[in-house]
């Protein structure tokens, strides 16, 4: 049965990266602006400094440098000694968008298998979960979908008129190699990779539950349904840090998440509170860190739930100072450096263990070369 996504209470094309692909001066530009004249200024002052990512692009490339790129995870580092000058990375930054397209359109393609395998809700939620890790995955949960999850229109402008009953979530690790690395440009290699790992496994999880017999929707970076971090916190992937994305307890946000939703019968998983809040309220590190002083303040209240604030405009305005997406509060945060996971799974109960997180990990940092 088709659902209309009517109740919904978010709308893609706010986002950022939807009002920046707008052209100035076009149609659809004026559109956008006369319905939300208070984001203007600020698009328009990060539309006049070229944009979010203006890297420098000079130098040429040989045959030969690029025949030598085999951009693996596991030969990374021998992918950066090749990097010699700003082409031979944006190469392989410029690989990632259309890869995604490509594993969103071959998903779009494929139909459900017409004969529906039945398993009972629990057996099918874990059997998923395993196939997503094998798959790539670091982190799986389940959520149930409401209208109210969804965006009116994708980023694209096309409205979402299929509500699912329930959404996927899945998170894979960043290298903490590359991260470590921010704000370098080695910060967006690990950022790419991570939406083209994200796409990957979402596509042939996506598939698997077709040949199930059951329809899906893959959301992708270039194609969302739905706000994913609200439906992480859900699923149990972790909680919304003072850096404004999801922080988990494994892998801190040194993450990109994915989702498929479905109408397959699934168990599904309960919020998990670590205790981030309070620990954020101590730390603040990517606060402290961040160069824009995007997120600075005290959190505000919103649906009975403290939300730290975040400037975006700030945040974008350095990208583009920086000429990469930044990720100083990736790489700021304790949970993004593997801290002790006894000490994070009891430290919602036994504060004080918070105070040793910090402490080893300014100790881990101190100790810390990078090359
Ligand atoms: S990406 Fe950089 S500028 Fe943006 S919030 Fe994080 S640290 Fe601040
Ligand atoms: S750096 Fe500290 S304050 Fe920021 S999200 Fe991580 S734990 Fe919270």
Redesign the pocket.
């Known amino acids: 049965m088709t659902k209309e996504a009517s109740a919904a209470a978010h709308d893609g094309r706010d986002t950022l990266f939807a009002r920046l692909d707008l052209v100035a001066g076009s149609v659809r530009y004026q559109e956008y602006y006369r319905r939300r004249p208070e984001l203007k200024p600020g698009d328009d002052s990060l539309r006049n400094r070229g944009g979010l990512m203006r890297l420098v692009v000079g130098g040429g490339l040989t045959v030969e440098q690029l025949q030598a790129l085999h951009p693996r995870p596991d030969e990374v580092t021998r992918v950066l000694d090749h990097l010699t000058d700003e082409a031979l990375v944006q190469a392989l930054i410029d690989d990632s968008t259309p890869t995604v397209e490509e594993y969103t359109r071959a998903d779009l393609a494929r139909k459900p298998s017409p004969r529906k395998v039945q398993l009972p809700a629990a057996v099918a939620s874990t059997l998923l979960k395993e196939v997503a890790r094998f798959y790539g995955a670091a982190l799986v949960g389940v959520t149930e979908l409401t209208p109210g999850d969804y965006y009116s229109h994708r980023r694209s402008g096309e409205p979402v008129t299929r509500v699912f009953r329930s959404a996927i979530v899945f998170a894979v690790e960043m290298s903490r190699n590359l991260i470590d690395r921010a704000?370098r440009r080695e910060t967006l290699l690990a950022t790419c990779n991570g939406y083209v790992d994200a796409a990957r496994a979402g596509a042939r999880l996506s598939g698997f539950i077709k040949s199930l017999g059951y329809e899906t929707s893959l959301n992708t970076m270039v194609r969302y349904d739905i706000p994913l971090v609200p439906v992480a916190e859900r699923a149990g992937l972790g909680q919304r840090g003072r850096?404004?994305f999801i922080v988990t307890p494994e892998f801190g946000n040194r993450v990109r998440l994915g989702a498929i939703l479905t109408d397959l019968p699934l168990q599904t998983d309960s919020p998990r509170d670590f205790g981030l809040l309070e620990f954020c309220a101590l730390c603040g590190r990517?606060a402290v860190?961040?160069?824009?002083k995007?997120?600075s303040g005290q959190p505000a209240i919103i649906n009975d739930r403290p939300r730290w604030r975040?400037d975006e405009i700030?945040?974008f305005t350095?990208?583009t100072e920086y000429a990469t997406?930044?990720?100083?509060?990736?790489a700021a945060c304790p949970f993004s450096r593997n801290p002790d996971p006894a000490k994070v799974a009891y430290m919602k109960e036994q504060p004080d263990l918070m105070w040793d997180i910090l402490r080893e990990d300014r100790q881990q940092e101190s100790q810390t070369q990078l090359p």
């Open positions: 704000p850096c404004h990517c860190s961040c160069p824009g995007a997120l975040f700030k945040c350095t990208w997406d930044c990720g100083i509060c990736i």
